[in-house]
């Protein structure tokens, strides 16, 4: 009798174990791809996402991706704050905002970067200031939004020319319509505008000063996740950064197949759709510390912030896509 309570135990244990060390049983569903919240502000900087949202590559590379719309860099910044949206295009000044006191955000790659003949920023003058070169912005209030990389952008641009800090005056226009209408008023003499905002205001009679394509080292806009979702997801990091290089390649072998999408997502005013020219995209890469350092110490001088903020800390160049 003991013996036959024995063998039975024995054949139940058996059976557990080998019931844990079985595989999943066949057609066992997979886990569900994550889900990234990326904060959009309607600027062409977001372009390789819609691209890679439309083809299906962000699904190709094992990530889904939800878009929520904003209208303002605040907006962003607030939902980012949050925990109600995970990834964002921004700049390193902001990054420098979120970071000062404890790691916030990384910066995973370059968003857009300025090039010869396609610039990022551009500083104008209105067609009644009588300005037509750099020299003649030296004490003239410029519209920009103070405390951001517009205005860092223009102090940069400016110092290139000549003038010195004294000489470069800015006025704050946060608002973006603002600036514009100011500028085509004759109100504001100059003011500083992103693309393709520069090329609607000259449509409207302004005249391009200087634009940043010579100087790619100041006008560039990153893509940042908060750091608890790096830390988290960062296979879902890794394939949404594998599918925003296969958009960008896209964009560049192509770029007329994607006209549609600027209309349909609104990221360039009607009256310029027709005559826009697609910038080329960066490939894989993130901002130097040569790049950060020259931000942080125009923060600092600034009084954006009173401390340095690590640029190792804040730059993660580990889930960019390699060769």
Known sequence: MKLFRFVILLTASLSLTLAGCA??????????????????????DTLPMYVAKQEGL?????????FVPVASAPARDQLIAAGQADGMINETIST????????????????????????????????????????????????????????YVTDRLLEGEGLTSDQIKTTSVPNLSDRMALLASGQLK????????????AQQGASIVMDDSKH????????????????????????????????????DANP??????????????????????????????????????????WAKEKGLINADVSYTDSVNASFLPRP
């Open 96 to 151: 420098f905002l979120f970071n000062k006191d404890k790691v916030q955000v990384q910066i995973v790659r370059y968003a857009l970067r300025p090039t010869e003949g396609a610039g990022h920023f551009f500083i104008l003058a209105s067609a009644k200031s009588g300005i037509t070169s750099p020299a003649d912005l030296k004490n003239v209030e410029i519209g920009v939004s103070q405390g951001t990389v517009i205005e």
């Open 23 to 44: 595989p999943a049983a066949a057609g066992a569903p997979a886990a569900a791809p994550v889900t990234l919240k990326i904060a959009v502000l309607p600027i062409i």
């Open 190 to 201: 100059a003011g500083v505008l992103p693309d393709p905002f520069g090329a609607l205001a």
């Open 216 to 251: 790619p080292e100041y006008g560039f806009s990153v893509i940042s996740f908060r750091k608890d979702v790096v830390d988290k997801n960062p296979e879902a990091i890794r394939g949404f950064l594998a599918a925003i290089e296969e958009a960008s390649d896209l964009l």
């Open 256 to 297: 007329a197949k994607y006209a549609s999408v600027l209309s349909d997502n609104k990221l360039v005013p009607p009256s310029v759709i027709n005559t826009y020219k697609i910038p080329p995209f960066p490939k894989a890469g993130v901002p130097t510390e040569s790049e950060w350092n020259d931000a942080l110490a």
């Open 58 to 66: 962000f699904a190709k590379h094992g990530v889904n991706v939800e």
